[in-house]
Nanobody, 123 residues
Framework: QVRLVVSGGGLVQTGGSLRLSCAFS????????MGWFRRAPGKEREFVAA????????YYADSAKDRFTISRDNAKNMVYLQMNSLKPEDTAVYYC????????????????WGQGTQVTVSS
């Protein structure tokens, strides 16, 4: 029943910024923790950032900390990932995911996934 629609990917130069957006529908948004994950070519899907149900708690992978910011707007059923100081190693398909439990860094604990959006950072 949950649908996640992701947008905002694109091509940027090293040092540039992008904001990814994820629109949630189908269930009560505030019942879900949200996360962002990414998969680079030839690599496994990895955790990027997570946020709890009301935005009061966040958690970041070391690769994202101090550069990326996850946020949510429960009135709009939206979650965002602001990405600054982008590096070529950030190039990946980025996925939005919803967790009906507490927020987590574990892929298997997320119940719903968006379609993914490509982020490419040029050297």
């Amino acid at each position: 029943q949950v649908r996640l629609v992701v947008s905002g990917g694109g091509l940027v130069q090293t040092g540039g910024s992008l904001r990814l957006s994820c629109a949630f529908s189908g269930r009560t948004f505030s019942s879900y923790a949200m996360g962002w994950f990414r998969r680079a070519p030839g690599k496994e899907r990895e955790f990027v950032a997570a946020i709890n149900w009301n935005g009061g708690s966040t958690y970041y992978a070391d690769s994202a900390k101090d550069r990326f910011t996850i946020s949510r707007d429960n009135a709009k059923n939206m979650v965002y990932l602001q990405m600054n100081s982008l590096k070529p190693e950030d190039t990946a398909v980025y996925y939005c995911a919803a967790n009906r439990g507490t927020y987590s860094i574990v892929v298997a604990e997320y119940d719903y996934w968006g379609q993914g959006t490509q982020v490419t950072v040029s050297s």
